[in-house]
């Protein structure tokens, strides 16, 4: 669930018509209530002379209730798993603005090209080198005639 405050208000409605049988989440219930009226009693009186709003965020009711509701293997009693920052799998992928991405693929393919021109020239090194140990296996043999030299495979 990603917003406990939406289970706690549906949660508070069917209090209200007495449907909820459970007495923990009654007790939840009723301690988030009191704790957010709280916190909102001390906002106003901390700021008496605002104007201001003094509705909590959403993001500090969560915040009390994650705090408030018992956690039994890792869930919170009732609401189930906390949620994950990141998404599953089976979520549908955010909205990215098509200019990103074509700057993004562009940028990969500034990294691909010059991953392949620096492979080329790591190539064309291992060419050269090759090259050069021919040449010194063809200058020893002729300097040591007699000599069997192994053959090695390159690289």
């Not at 990215?96 to 010059?114: F, H, N």
């Not at 620096?118 to 300097?143: D, F, I, P, T, V």
């Amino acid at each position: 669930m990603d917003n406990y405050g939406k289970q706690m208000r549906e949660w508070k409605k069917k209090w209200e018509i007495n449907k909820i049988d459970d007495g923990l989440v009654r007790e939840v219930v009723t301690l988030v209530q009191t704790q957010v009226q709280d916190e909102v009693s001390q906002l106003q009186t901390e700021d008496d002379d605002s104007t201001a709003s003094t509705n909590l965020s959403r993001i500090r009711i969560n915040e009390i209730i994650q705090s408030s509701v018992p956690k039994k293997k890792g869930r919170l009693v009732g609401l189930g798993r906390r949620t994950r920052s990141v998404p599953p799998s089976s979520a549908p992928p955010p909205f990215v603005d098509p200019e990103v991405l074509t700057a993004q693929l562009k940028d990969k393919d500034d990294r691909i090209s010059l991953l392949e021109t620096q492979m080329a020239a790591q190539q064309a090194g291992y060419e050269a080198q090759k090259r050069l140990n021919q040449q010194m296996m063809e200058m020893m043999q002729r300097m040591y005639p007699n000599e069997v030299f192994p053959n090695v495979q390159d690289p």
